[in-house]
């Protein structure tokens, strides 16, 4: 059973930065896809960034490309969020997901293409 935990939210000022961590077990993650969503209050849940394991492509939310930064290490089979310029409006729940299947990038922003999910990290941006 495919496992997600992540970690690093907090509370943080407008302006600064996060690193938020994704680490995966239980499954065999070289040629899954593994994202970040976020989920503010009221709001549906939305796509932050992603990244093909297998290849290193990359793909991002337009409110967030320039300041947020998906990467991940093998050798930890961890994904990260380094997110730098926070702003209130990046207040959110954020999920870890993963997908060992890739439809291709179209899929990527798409919630429900996502098998596995993590439990979710508060990050607060106070202004």
């Known amino acids: 059973q495919v496992q997600l935990v992540e970690s690093g939210g907090g509370l943080v000022q407008a302006g600064g930065s996060l690193r938020l961590s994704c680490v995966a077990s239980g499954g065999t993650f070289s040629s899954y896809v593994m994202a970040w969503f976020r989920q503010a209050p009221r709001k549906e849940r939305e796509f932050v960034a992603a990244i093909s394991w297998a290849v290193l492509s990359t793909r991002y939310a337009d409110s967030v490309k320039g300041r947020f930064t998906i990467s991940r290490d093998d050798a930890k089979n961890t994904v990260y969020l380094q997110m730098n310029s926070l702003k209130p409006e990046d207040t959110a729940v954020y999920y870890c997901?993963?997908?060992?299947?890739?439809w291709g990038y179209g899929s990527w922003r798409d919630a429900s293409a996502y098998e596995f999910w993590g439990q979710g990290t508060q990050v607060t941006v106070s202004s």
């Open positions: 997901a993963s997908t060992p299947n890739d």
